[in-house]
């Protein structure tokens, strides 16, 4: 039934235009023609993109035995032109516009909201470019899902279309601190306007994860459902407060969870390190847990070292305060009672600061 009214309503809207035609004047169709096709050599369009407003039967055009002569009167516009008949003194200012045509998209079948659009459902055809929103690119289409229902022959509009991106479905169901793996999910694609950005992540971190909390099969999952394996700094024992730090009590270990901003991952970030605090055993090693450690201790003996490659020269001194590591501490020569300051290279050695690096 619908068909039949819409193929009897586009009949109506024929007739009704070939008898507007037909009604106007021979004398009127010949000045609309000579208007187009002069605008349209003047322009580089076609006749079929000129639109003269001619139309009005208040309009009297007379009979002229040669063609129309026509002109823009107006240097700086091209919306009016002046029509002559040459064969006798008549002439009329008329307006024109031209019709821009635009490449668009239309619809090849009927689709309901949800459906995914590309060249498999579309067609390339040409439009007045006054309507606006109109899709005229495939490439505009990709990710793309409609949100609201359309008509085969439709014209594709961009606020028919939302953009998709795909998220990631659990299977079965999953317990807190199993491992959540790619063969547990199925890859689904909904509208960004219906998903969080936590629903958006690289497919790789599931090949490193565990359930956060238990997860029930069909949820979408979202970062906060993961935990993350780090490979950071862990410890192996309980550091007390101030001892060294090393690959003795210390190793690069899996992490799953909120890894802290400060977390450490090689052994080297803890050389000539010591703990803040008591460590206990398998936890994240953080920078603010450790310091520099002591290289001197007040009363040990220290080798310095003065002088420059083949004329460095090494003595035996007595550290008058602690130090760290390139921190300048006094020394006391024990022979001479002489002291001297120095620079600390390691555990118990220092150079002269007067000596060449």
């Not at 579309?122 to 359309?150: C, F, P």
């Not at 992540?201 to 979202?222: E, I, Q, V, W």
């Not at 305060?321 to 022979?335: C, D, M, V």
Request: net charge positive; glycine share 4%; charged share 20%.
């Amino acid at each position: 039934m619908y068909k039949q009214i819409a193929a009897l309503f586009l009949l109506l809207v024929l007739f009704s235009a070939t008898k507007s035609i037909s009604d106007v004047p021979l004398a009127k169709q010949e000045l609309i023609e000579d208007v187009q096709n002069w605008v349209a050599l003047q322009t580089n369009s076609k006749t079929s993109q000129i639109e003269v407003a001619a139309l009005d039967r208040r309009l009297k055009v007379p009979t002229c035995s040669l063609p129309f002569e026509v002109e823009f009167p107006y240097s700086k516009s091209k919306k009016t032109v002046k029509v002559k008949c040459p064969s006798s003194d008549w002439s009329i200012y008329v307006g024109v516009r031209l019709a821009n045509e635009q490449a668009a998209l239309v619809y090849l079948n009927d689709l309901n909201t949800g459906n995914a659009i590309g060249a498999d459902v579309v067609k390339s055809t040409m439009v007045s470019a006054s309507i606006k929103g109109v899709v005229t690119d495939l490439n505009d289409l990709k990710e793309k899902r409609l949100i609201t229902d359309v008509l085969a022959g439709q014209l594709v509009l961009k606020n028919q279309l939302a953009k998709t991106a795909v998220v990631f479905q659990l299977k079965a169901d999953v317990i807190k601190g199993d491992a959540i793996r790619v063969e547990d999910v199925i890859e689904s694609s909904k509208v960004t306007t219906q998903i969080s950005k936590n629903n958006l992540f690289p497919k790789a971190l599931l090949k490193n994860a565990t359930a956060a909390r238990s997860l029930r099969s069909g949820s979408t999952l979202s970062r906060q459902d993961l935990n993350i394996r780090h490979m950071v700094l862990m410890t192996t024992k309980t550091i007390p407060r101030g001892q060294k730090v090393s690959s003795i009590n210390v190793k690069i270990g899996s992490f799953y969870g909120s890894l802290p901003k400060d977390a450490l991952y090689l052994i080297s970030d803890v050389n000539n390190m010591e703990s803040m605090r008591n460590l206990r055993p398998n936890q994240v090693l953080r920078a603010s847990d450790l310091r520099p450690s002591l290289m001197v201790k007040k009363g040990d003996s220290i080798i310095l070292s003065s002088g420059s490659g083949l004329l460095s020269i090494t003595t035996t001194m007595i550290a008058l305060e602690n130090g760290k590591l390139n921190q300048q501490i006094s020394l006391l020569n024990p022979e001479s009672n002489e002291k001297i300051r120095a620079l600390i290279t390691g555990s118990g050695r220092a150079r002269s600061l007067q000596s060449k690096k």
